[in-house]
T-cell receptor, first 114, second 114 residues
């Protein structure tokens, strides 16, 4: 089955710096890759997603890139702010058109220091 | 819309007891899923459903049962609770509608098995 590896497990940056989180997946049939942000004690919230027919997607300070050949995708946060501090999860959907089955990475705890 | 709701918010069980975690959504979503979240292990898929009457196993299905008799509800049953099932449980739902397939999470149920 699908396996998703996420690195690093923790990341500390200064406010204003950029942060990059990387994920690799194993199933070449996966075609949907969302990123979730989870604040302490709260539910995961979708922040951005990308499909396999797109190489890059950007939403203000957040961007995601996808390399299908290498089977990895990355989250880029620019101009980080203290409110970006949270746990970030990547995920992959191994069933075409089915977002009900997501396999998640282990998570990255991002700390943005003021 | 209430979105995805879960009950109870918190539950303490003794080893061997049974219980049902409730999940409901009012968005007419076809897909529903159950995840468990443990420290350092991300979100792991337990069971998922692509529609009423259809369920399938995820990554960690042992010890859990599900059924989907209606589109709105997707209960998770623990037949004989074990300490290893102590975790935070999230229910999620999503809809296939073109390119806007987002999985929405409920607030979670925190389960402690003694």
């Amino acid at each position: 089955g699908e396996n998703v590896e996420q690195h690093p497990s923790t990341l500390s940056v200064q406010e204003g710096d950029s942060a990059v989180i990387k994920c690799t997946y194993s199933d070449s049939a996966s075609n949907y890759f969302p990123w979730y942000k989870q604040e302490l004690g709260k539910r995961p919230q979708l922040i951005i997603d990308i499909r396999s027919n797109v190489g890059e997607k950007k939403d203000q300070r957040i961007a995601v890139t996808l390399n299908k050949t290498a089977k990895h995708f990355s989250l880029h946060i620019t101009e980080t702010q203290p409110e970006d501090s949270a746990v970030y999860f990547c995920a992959a959907s191994p069933l075409s058109g089915n977002t009900g089955k997501l396999i998640f990475g282990q998570g990255t705890t991002l700390q943005v220091k003021p | 819309n209430a979105g995805v709701t879960q009950t109870p918010k918190f539950q303490v069980l003794k080893t061997g007891q049974s219980m049902t975690l409730q999940c409901a959504q009012d968005m007419n979503h076809e897909y529903m899923s159950w995840y468990r979240q443990d420290p350092g292990m991300g979100l792991r898929l337990i069971h998922y459903s692509v529609g009423a009457g259809i369920t399938d196993q995820g990554e960690v299905p042992n010890g859990y049962n599900v059924s989907r008799s209606t589109t709105e509800d997707f209960p998770l049953r623990l037949l004989s609770a074990a300490p290893s099932q102590t975790s935070v449980y999230f229910c999620a739902s999503s809809k296939t509608s073109g390119l806007k397939e987002t999985q929405y999470f409920g607030p979670g149920t925190r389960l402690l098995v003694l």
